[in-house]
């Protein structure tokens, strides 16, 4: 069957395994719906042939064409097959990092400043990872993996601890510091955020107006109730709300009306083609003055150059954060430098 090209062969078998199955449903007099998921590998991707090997990665093709939806062939791809084996590697080293007390996480901090004045206005909290070879593993890569699995919850919750303890120890330098933190949908969803933070807020015994939630818009949200929910509760216990990443997927102004947030920040997309492009300008003016007349703060995200500073200063954008104050860094570092 494989002759004349893998693609048309595996598909040929894959029409044939369907077939058989409707004979055999036929046959049998079954009433039934029925729909076949298959994993192919073709012979050339096999390196070692043992009984053993063909079986693992015919089961890994299975799996896969049963992940993206069912109902469909999958053919092995030694790439795939990688990322399939890193992500698994990445999410059993989260694992034992969650059970070993957190061995490997950490929280680094950027600035966020205020425009005017270049003064720090507050910090944002950002996770890292580093896995037990000692390399770093990038949050777009591993954020996913723990959303995925749930493990975001457990994490979600030590950020939130660590982040709101490391805010108070600094006000006893600067009193009215200020830190925001990174809420994932899946926390909202899967998890009682809301108790969760509140807790944490009594137990370090800190004034909720200092701490900023961070969660970004998306098409689900809109609507969902636990979201609202969630919303409310800030709303009512004074806990602060910053839209991130506005302006990038789904964007629905309509939402500043509906939700009650404190702070807008908009994407870095905007800056990066700020010189570039006449949109990017006016989006972030747009939205600037649209801000300033429902009484909320704006944050422009990725300033990594003075003249882009000095753009933004023009739009009366209130606050920046990006490479041009400074990076996200460790505890110490971040000391050394603002405290
Ligand atoms: P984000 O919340 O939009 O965070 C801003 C990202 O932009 C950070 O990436 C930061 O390092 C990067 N950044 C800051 N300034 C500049 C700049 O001037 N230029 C450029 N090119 N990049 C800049 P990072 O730390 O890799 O985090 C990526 C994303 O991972 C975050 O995006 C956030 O969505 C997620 N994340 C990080 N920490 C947490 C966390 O504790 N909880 C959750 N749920 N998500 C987190
Ligand atoms: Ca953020
Ligand atoms: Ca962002």
Redesign the pocket.
């Known amino acids: 069957d494989f002759i004349g090209g893998q693609e048309i062969g595996a598909t040929r078998l894959y029409r044939e395994i369907c077939n058989r199955v409707e004979k055999f449903i036929e046959k049998n007099g079954y009433d039934a719906v029925f729909t076949v998921s298959a994993g192919l590998i073709a012979c050339k991707d096999i390196k070692e042939s043992s009984y053993n090997e063909i079986l693992k990665l015919s089961q890994y093709s299975l799996s896969e064409a049963k992940h993206r939806g069912k109902n469909q062939i999958y053919l092995f791809d030694e790439d795939d097959y990688k990322k399939f084996l890193r992500k698994r590697r990445i999410l059993h080293e989260l694992r034992e990092a969650v059970a070993n007390d957190w061995a490997g996480f950490d929280?680094?901090f950027?600035p966020i400043m205020d425009s005017d004045s270049g003064k720090l206005y507050a910090a944002?909290?950002?996770?890292?990872f580093k896995d037990s070879t000692g390399e770093m593993i990038?949050?777009?890569e591993f954020?996913p993996i723990?959303?995925e699995s749930g493990l975001?919850v457990p994490?979600?919750k030590w950020?939130a601890y660590t982040?709101i303890k490391q805010c108070k120890e600094w006000q006893k330098i600067i009193p009215e510091f200020k830190i925001n933190?990174?809420?994932?949908y899946i926390?909202i969803r899967k998890s009682n955020v809301a108790l969760d933070i509140i807790n944490v807020i009594q137990k370090v015994g800190i004034d909720p107006k200092y701490v900023t939630f961070?969660f970004?818009e998306s098409g689900y949200l809109e609507n969902d109730t636990s979201v609202k929910k969630l919303i409310k509760i800030f709303n009512n216990q004074g806990i602060k709300l910053a839209l991130?990443?506005f302006g990038t997927g789904y964007s629905n102004l309509a939402y500043l009306q509906n939700f009650n947030v404190d702070v807008i920040?908009i994407?870095?997309c905007f800056?990066?083609n700020l010189a570039e492009d006449d949109f990017s300008g006016a989006f972030v003016k747009m939205v600037s003055e649209l801000a300033k007349t429902i009484g909320v703060t704006v944050c422009v995200?990725?300033?990594?150059q003075k003249k882009q500073l000095e753009a933004l200063k023009d739009m009366n954008v209130k606050l920046v954060?990006?490479?041009?104050y400074g990076?996200?860094m460790p505890v110490q570092e971040f000391e050394k430098m603002y405290l």
């Open positions: 929280l680094y950027q944002e909290s950002l996770l890292r990038p949050p777009v954020i723990l959303e975001i994490v979600g950020v982040a933190i990174n809420l994932s926390q961070e970004t991130d990443d920040k994407d870095r800056v990066e995200e990725g300033v990594e954060q990006g490479y041009y990076n996200p």
